[in-house]
């Protein structure tokens, strides 16, 4: 059964600073998806990375992949107040059709 | 362009009250998927359609059926509500290409009492 792990769970932070929120899968897959939400919203889709070493970045997100330590990061420079959400990755196995797993999401508060 | 729209937004049901959570896509997205999202819990999947035709189980499919008779549309029914079910529900659709994400829509909050 595939587990997907994140941490932190919470991150409060001031603006300004730098952070990393960590993803750990534990079996192989072919594509892992980046979320936000935000509260009492649906979710939006970030990235989706899909091979070893994959990045990607849209403005102060940086998304990664490393399958073979099958983790995936979301760096975030440079925080402001607009980035407080709760971040979710999510796992597809390889092979698994779409049966797509969440983790159970980092709630980042940026503090001004 | 709608994406995917979700009905009702919310619902009080009684146990053992069945009901159908309807969910519309206007994207032609060959696949289509229920969550449940609890707190704590993140998202987990329920049941999934990779297209017209065809279902399959997730995670925590007990006490709920789909069906997908067109490409569109991907009602979700709770065949006798338990306070257990109470939580909130998102559809969502995707392409069968590689690189897409999801298309969310706006969930829908059910109580069951």
């Known amino acids: 059964e595939l587990k997907v792990e994140q941490n932190p769970l919470f991150l409060s932070m001031q603006e300004g600073k730098n952070y990393t929120i960590y993803c750990n899968y534990s079996t192989t897959s072919d594509r892992l998806y980046w979320y936000r939400q935000d509260p009492g919203k649906s979710l939006e889709s970030l990235f989706v990375l899909l091979s070893n070493g994959a990045v990607k970045q849209e403005g102060r997100l940086m998304a990664s992949l490393d399958t073979k330590a099958r983790l995936s990061t979301l760096h975030i420079t440079a925080a402001v107040h607009d980035l407080s959400a709760t971040y979710f990755c999510a796992v597809r196995v390889s092979g698994g059709y779409q049966k797509v797993t969440f983790g159970t999401g980092t709630k980042l508060q940026v503090i001004p | 362009n709608a994406g995917v729209t979700q009905t009702p937004k919310f619902q009080v049901l009684k146990t053992g009250q069945s009901m159908t959570l309807q969910c519309a896509q206007d994207?032609?997205?060959?696949?289509m998927s229920w969550y449940r999202q609890d707190p704590g819990m993140g998202l987990r999947l329920i049941h999934y359609s990779v297209g017209a035709g065809i279902t399959d189980q997730g995670e925590v499919p007990n006490g709920y059926n789909v069906s997908r008779s067109t490409t569109e549309d991907f009602p979700l029914r709770l065949l006798s509500a338990a306070p257990s079910q109470t939580s909130v529900y998102f559809c969502?659709?995707?392409?069968?290409?590689?690189?897409?994400?999801?298309?969310f829509g706006s969930g829908t909050r059910l109580t069951v009492v």
């Open positions: 994207m032609n997205h060959e696949y």
């Open positions: 969502a659709s995707s392409y069968d290409r590689v690189g897409y994400g999801y298309t």
